[in-house]
Structure formats: C-alpha cells, structure tokens
C-alpha cells in the first residue's frame, strides 16, 4: 500500500507575525530615511563643491571625513592619507604647515599654498566641535584671499610712494622757502639802499637847485616851482605810499589832485592848471573824500592830507 507523504507547514503565532510586521516596517522607514539623508548629503556635497573654498573635514583620528572638489584640486586625492599628512602634503606643496589635529581650535590662520606653480593665500578657518553622534571632528575651511593681499600690498607700496613724495616735495618747499626769505631779505636791504639814495640826492642835489629856480621865477612859475619841490620831498616822506594804498582805490587823475589840494591849490586854481571846469574838480574832490572815509566827517581835506 502505498502511502504519500503530507507536507507539513509549521504555522506562526500571531505574535511572531506581528514583530515580524514591526521589523518590516522599522527596515522600510530606516532605508528611507538613510535614501533621504543620502540626498541631502548629495545635495550638500554638490553645494560645498561649488563654494570658492577648500573643505576638509577630520573625525578625532586624524581621519579625512570628506573633501570638497577644490580641496582635492590643491591637495590631490586623500588616498588614505591622515588628516595632519594630507593637508601638508608635497603634492600641494604647502609652504606653511597647518596645525595638527590635537591642537586645532577655533581659529583663523593664513595658509600661503603653491598651486600650479603660484603662489595663494588662504584664509583658513579651523572649528573642532562635537556632531550629533557625540563624535570630535575638525574642519578645516580655507578662502582664496591672495586679490585682496596683493590689492593691500599695492595700497601700501602706493602709500609709501607718497609719503616718499610728499616728504620730496616739502623739503623742496621748505629750501624755495628759505630761498625766497633770502631773496625777499636782500629786496628790502636794497629798497632801504634806494630810499636812501633818492632821499640824499634830492636833499642835496634837487631841492637847492629849485630854490634857486624860486628866487629868480615869476609868480605863476613860482608856484609851480614850489609844488614840484613838494613832491619832492613828498618821496621821502609817507603821504605818497598811503595815498596809493588800494584800500584807497585812488585814481591817478585823483591821486594827483591829492597832491595839489595838500600843498594849497584852490579849486579854481587847480581847474585852470588842468584844463578842467571847477565842477569837475569839486566832483573830484568829492570822490576823494569818500574814498578816503570823510564824507561824513567835517574834516578840512588839505588839512587832512597834511596830516597823513
């Protein structure tokens, strides 16, 4: 007789399905979130390639956690190197070295790296902080700054061009100054050595030889003769150089008129002398009244004249 085997089936408790259900469930939601936290991760990568500046991030092993694009473009590839090595390497030919991992802080250092056989500064900005999982990390962030360095050695250079010139220049200033107080000096000596020139020959050359002309001149000469010796002696004395003060404004016409009313010309006289109606010469006379402030001033202006 011949018997046929049953197949046996060992059934599961309703509780051991249950788990199982849990456990499917825990697996699908942690590689979603590990699917999500992948892209975010992409995501963050593609930022961080994308930024003007080299980032490495060190776990508390001097491991190299991760490297942006411009990173490995100055350092080259990790390649399993530690932290202290890579960042120092002779692949990228750093001409200063980084602190090592057990010494970085938060800090800000200038690192000056030769890349494709020039010469870069770089910013460099080390943080050590503690992630999520309670784990030590370093990173090491580094900005391109060598524009601004060269922008600023320029600006100095310039700055010291300048001072250079304007220290030049005053000097320069200061010789044409002493020059010109010499030059001014000798001009006053030698205006004192005219004045006394003209002052002794008129004295003894000019006004015996019009007093002369005097004695023996009729009396309309006379008086012509007695206003040229006036101006004469006019020229050593200071009535000539404060009535051509331009404060005065004088005319020449005025200025000469000045002379005659001073040495006691009436305006009849001096209209006559001048070809000139007496209204005219009043006119003149006016004008120098005001010009010399007394035309509110009942001052006599020959009287005035003399007096200056």
């Known amino acids: 007789m011949k018997t046929s085997a049953k197949k046996e089936t060992i059934p599961l408790s309703k509780g051991s399905s249950g788990q199982a259900r849990d456990i499917e469930k825990h697996l699908q939601k942690y590689l979603q979130e590990n699917l999500q936290l992948q892209g975010k991760n992409r995501q963050l990568s593609t930022i961080f390639d994308e930024i003007p500046a080299f980032v490495c991030l060190l776990d508390h092993n001097d491991a190299i956690v991760y490297t942006n694009r411009l990173c490995r473009k100055i350092f080259k590839e990790p390649g399993g190197r530690r932290g202290s ?5 002779k692949n990228a030919a750093s001409l200063r070295q980084p602190r090592k991992r057990e010494s970085a802080q938060d800090m800000r250092e200038t690192w000056e790296l030769l890349i494709d056989s020039r010469s870069r500064h770089f910013q460099v900005l080390i943080h050590a902080f503690v992630d999520a999982d309670n784990s030590a990390q370093t990173l090491f962030m580094g900005i ?13 250079h310039t700055k010291e061009e300048l001072e250079v010139q304007i220290e030049e220049r005053t000097s320069e200033l200061q010789r044409k100054n002493i020059a010109l107080t010499e030059v001014l000096s000798l001009l006053e000596i030698e205006k004192q050595n005219l004045a006394q020139k003209v002052e002794v020959n008129v004295q003894r050359v000019l006004l015996p030889v019009i007093e002369k002309l005097i004695e023996k001149s009729s009396t309309i000469d006379g008086r012509y003769l007695v206003l040229l010796k006036q101006n004469l002696e006019q020229l050593t004395s200071s009535i000539g150089l404060k009535l051509s003060d331009m404060q005065y404004n004088l ?3 005025e200025f000469e008129l000045c002379t005659l009313i001073k040495s006691g010309f009436s305006v009849k006289e001096i209209a006559a002398m001048h070809n000139l109606s007496e209204r005219t010469v009043e006119t003149h006379r006016l004008n120098i009244r005001r010009k010399l402030g007394l035309t509110s001033v009942k001052t006599n202006l020959a009287a005035y004249l003399s007096q200056m």
Not at 144 to 156: C, G, P, S, Y
Request: net charge negative; proline share 5%.
């Open 251 to 253: 005319t020449p016409k």
């Open 144 to 156: 391109d700054i060598t524009e601004q360095i060269e922008a600023a050695d320029k600006l100095r």
């Open 85 to 89: 090595e890579y960042l120092h390497s």
